[in-house]
C-alpha cells in the first residue's frame, strides 16, 4: 500500500512554468504506475501524463505532450511532472495516483488504487 502526497501547485501567470512532486514516505511506488490527473469543479478527472516507477515508460494526454514532462527519483521515492508553458486552461486540481494496471489502462482514474489529497494549480491570463 502506498498513501502518494503531492505538492508544488500554485499560481502563476500564463506562459510561467511549475513542477509539481509526488512522494511516498511510507512505502516504495516501486511496481507501481504513477499517474497524474487534473479536475476542475463540475468535470471528470483528466489525465495528464503517468511514469511506470520501474523501467520509466511514460505516456501523456495530447493537450500537454509539448508542454509537461513526467519523470522519477528512485531515491526518493518521487515522482514529477514539470509543466512549461502554461494556459489557463491548465487550472484545476491536480492529483497524483497509483496503480499497476497495463499501459492501455493508465488513461482511465478507475484503474487507480492510491490517490493524494490535490494540489491546486491557478495559471491566470
Known amino acids: 500500500q502506498v498513501q502518494p502526497v503531492e505538492s508544488g501547485g500554485g499560481l502563476v501567470q500564463a506562459g510561467d512554468s511549475l513542477r509539481l512532486s509526488c512522494a511516498t514516505s511510507?512505502?516504495?511506488?516501486?511496481?507501481?504506475?504513477i499517474g497524474w490527473f487534473r479536475q476542475e469543479p463540475g468535470k471528470e478527472r483528466e489525465f495528464v501524463a503517468a511514469?511506470?516507477?520501474?523501467?520509466?515508460?511514460?505516456a501523456y494526454a495530447d493537450s500537454v505532450k509539448a508542454r509537461f514532462t513526467v519523470s522519477k527519483d528512485t531515491a526518493k521515492n518521487t515522482v514529477y511532472l514539470q509543466m512549461n508553458s502554461l494556459k489557463p486552461d491548465d487550472t484545476a486540481l491536480y492529483y497524483c495516483?497509483?496503480?499497476?494496471?497495463?499501459?492501455?489502462?493508465?488513461?482511465?482514474?478507475?484503474?487507480?488504487?492510491?490517490w493524494g489529497q490535490g494540489t491546486q494549480v491557478t495559471v491566470s491570463s
Open positions: 495516483g497509483a496503480t499497476k494496471v497495463v499501459r492501455s489502462g493508465w488513461s482511465n482514474p478507475a484503474h487507480y488504487y492510491y
Open positions: 511514469i511506470r516507477f520501474s523501467g520509466g515508460s511514460t
Open positions: 511510507e512505502s516504495t511506488f516501486s511496481g507501481y504506475t
